[in-house]
């Protein structure tokens, strides 16, 4: 005898296998889960996202970006609230990374170990960098992709510590590239510049140039600036030049990378260095 199947009962089956699975993530996350490492995010229009304490700026389309910094914990709290008031938790899992050890020697002992003299104006210098870096807006000129401003030797890695004339300073935040002095800088991704400053006691020449949602990319030791602040700059655009400006032992290009309070490395971003 064949069984008469009721439409409703085929219905109430389907709904009860449909959503015993839980509903799809509203959100993608894209990049390295590493120490260092920076992610681009996508989400709903609206949604207010904090990454553990930290609030996180989010555009009219949704995107946004995270990142962590050297000896970020092995772990982070990524929260998501939706424009319908629904909650969403993920726990991000970072890898740890084990980073080099640089000797330097032979630097001029006042640019080892500053004298009173120099601390004025490096309080003063540390404040405009810290207010370059401090804008916030949803801006998203990061989605623009990432190319190398300059190309040469790498000459200084991510997260390595230095030991100046014996002595162990904070580790190096940026990546170094070697190339001769005069070599042309150029706009590793669009931005807006909000640091032209042609000579800091650490720094020399130094230029910020803001991506949009709190990060920044740096250019440290130039002889040259070619932008001024305000100045709106496409990925590929000329911005200074090479130098050996601050304290250095020979001109290459400093680079790098903040978001918030995180130090990126921005070497994740961008393909290997070409030979």
Request: glycine share 8%; proline share 6%; charged share 25%.
């Amino acid at each position: 005898m064949n069984r008469i199947f009721n439409p409703i009962f085929l219905l109430l089956i389907f709904s009860t296998i449909l959503f015993s699975f839980p509903a799809f993530a509203n959100y993608t996350l894209d990049g390295r889960y590493v120490q260092g490492g920076l992610l681009i995010g996508k989400t709903l229009p609206g949604t207010l996202v904090k990454l553990d304490k930290l609030s996180i700026q989010v555009s009219d389309k949704g995107y946004f970006v995270i990142g962590f910094d050297r000896d970020h914990a092995a772990q982070s709290k990524l929260q998501l609230t939706y424009p319908d008031g629904r909650t969403e938790n993920k726990i991000i899992k970072i890898v740890k990374r084990e980073y080099n050890i640089q000797r330097i020697d032979n630097l001029p002992k006042r640019k080892v170990t500053p004298e009173k003299m120099d601390l004025v104006r490096i309080r003063k210098e540390s404040a405009l960098v810290k207010k370059a870096r401090d804008r916030d807006d949803a801006r998203t000129d990061y989605l623009s992709g990432w190319v190398w401003p300059v190309k040469g030797r790498i000459s200084g890695v991510y997260g390595s510590q230095r030991i100046l004339n014996g002595k162990p300073r904070r580790p190096h935040f940026g990546v170094d590239v070697a190339a001769p002095n005069g070599t042309l800088v150029r706009a590793p991704a669009d931005g807006i510049v909000t640091l032209a400053y042609t000579d800091m006691f650490f720094s020399g020449g130094t230029l910020i140039i803001d991506h949009g949602q709190h990060l920044s990319s740096s250019f440290l030791h130039l002889s040259e600036i070619l932008v001024k602040e305000g100045d709106r700059i496409q990925q590929g655009d000329p911005i200074a030049r090479v130098g050996a400006t601050g304290r250095v032992t020979g001109p290459h290009l400093d680079w790098r990378m903040n978001f918030h309070k995180f130090q990126i490395d921005p070497q994740l971003l961008v393909p290997p260095m070409e030979e």
